[in-house]
């Protein structure tokens, strides 16, 4: 899932702002659902600083979705990736203006597809004319936690 700012498809945060990051973690106690999977998510919000809250080891997705947001707790914090007898990661964009969710079987997996998703899914920079496209810019992980035996 890619996050943006009131869905549009570019969020900007100000370089000037002082960007606070907070992450909150919640772990359940590895109880299995009714299908034997443990589930995890990961919530985000960038909005007046960079605020994350994570979730894993839970019996659902109805759990973690409601943990991962309250340890958030922040406004306009969203679900960004959800996973389940795995990992989730967050990428995010070198001037923090873009993230993107993915999830793997375990964390290397994760954070690659993470970073796959953010990689394709931001715009090109606009070529100068007579020149060709610019690279798209790097991308890093910000956050990956997850399940049990993940």
Same mark, same amino acid.
């Given at each position: ?41 990961? =919530?985000? $919000?960038? /909005?007046?600083?960079?605020? #994350? +809250? ?7 997705? *109805?759990?973690? @979705? %409601? ?23 967050? =990428?995010? $964009?070198? /001037?923090?203006?873009?993230? #993107? +969710? ?7 997996? *994760?954070?690659? @597809? %993470? ?33 049990? +035996?993940?």
């Amino acid at each position: 899932m890619a996050f943006s700012g009131k869905m549009a498809l570019t969020m900007f945060v100000s370089a000037a702002a002082v960007l606070v990051s907070t992450v909150g973690a919640g772990t359940a106690s590895a109880e299995r659902g009714p299908d034997g999977s443990l589930y995890g998510s990961l =919530a985000l $919000s960038t /909005d007046g600083g960079t605020f #994350y +809250g994570a979730a894993w080891n839970y019996p659902n997705w *109805a759990g973690s @979705d %409601a943990d991962a947001l309250g340890q958030c707790a922040h406004r306009g914090c969203k679900v960004m990736v959800q996973f389940r007898d795995g990992c989730g990661a967050i =990428a995010e $964009s070198a /001037d923090h203006s873009y993230y #993107y +969710g993915g999830s793997g079987a375990n964390r290397a997996a *994760a954070e690659k @597809d %993470a970073m796959d998703r953010l990689t394709n899914w931001m715009p090109s920079p606009p070529a100068m004319f007579g020149s060709s496209a610019p690279p798209k810019q790097s991308v890093h992980i910000r956050y990956s936690e997850c399940t049990a +035996g993940a």
